[in-house]
């Protein structure tokens, strides 16, 4: 087969990731009753990376949270290749999350009392693999986003920027086939802020990780392939 063929193939094979239907979620009853996402219909193919913007208090996060499995809805369905979440036991759910999915916040989320090589291993120690794997493992990814010379260092001694890295390369220990971004660069000046979605970019496109990714800003929406505009709990515009 040409290579035509073959790319041709590869479009077609791609196939939905994640399909949203009809998202309903809504916060407290009575007179504190917020709606938070109304009706949210979205799909999001393997290897897209994607962003979703909106002003602040739009359900974004809620709408990552619940793409991610971290949450759910009131209504509506989510589904993973095609299959049902609610059909998930809670087990599959944490398999989902731990296995096939890497989640990077705002807030980096490192543990403080762990060195970076600790918080890189961490995930790997909640998956039961050996401790030669895990080092190994870890080591490789601190060296991948540069940091291999501050593999002992704790978060409280690493920059803003290097902790994300770390936070990345955390997400990064168990092969996930999503990676799921909550203002990544929140936290972070112009010039980390950059290398972080330089760092995105390049697993998109290199290693075929989707990339799911909330931001404000629009210089960095424009790294995704697809940007989703949300407003008042909608989508607004793809
Ligand atoms: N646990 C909760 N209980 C009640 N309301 C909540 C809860 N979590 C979120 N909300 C409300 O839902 C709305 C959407 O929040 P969300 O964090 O999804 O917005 P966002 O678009 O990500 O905002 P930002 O850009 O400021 O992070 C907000 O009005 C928020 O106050």
New binding site residues.
Partial sequence: MGQNENKIENKIEKKELIEAKNIW?I??GGEAK?V?LRGINLKIKEGEFVAIM????????????ILGLLDVPNKGMVYIKGKKTTMFSENDRAVFRRKISGFIFQQFNLINTLTALENVELPLVLDEKNKNYRIKKAKKLLKIINLGHRENYYPNQLSGGQQQRVAIARALSNNPKIIFA??PTGNLDSKNSREVMDILKELNEKEGITVIM?T?EPEFAKYASRIIN?KD?EIVEH
Avoid: A, R
């Avoid at 909106?54 to 949270?65: A, D, E, F, I």
């Fill in positions: 979620k916060y407290g917020t938070v909106g002003p602040s208090g739009c359900g974004k996060s809620t709408l990552l949270n909550d203002e909330v404000h949300m709990g």
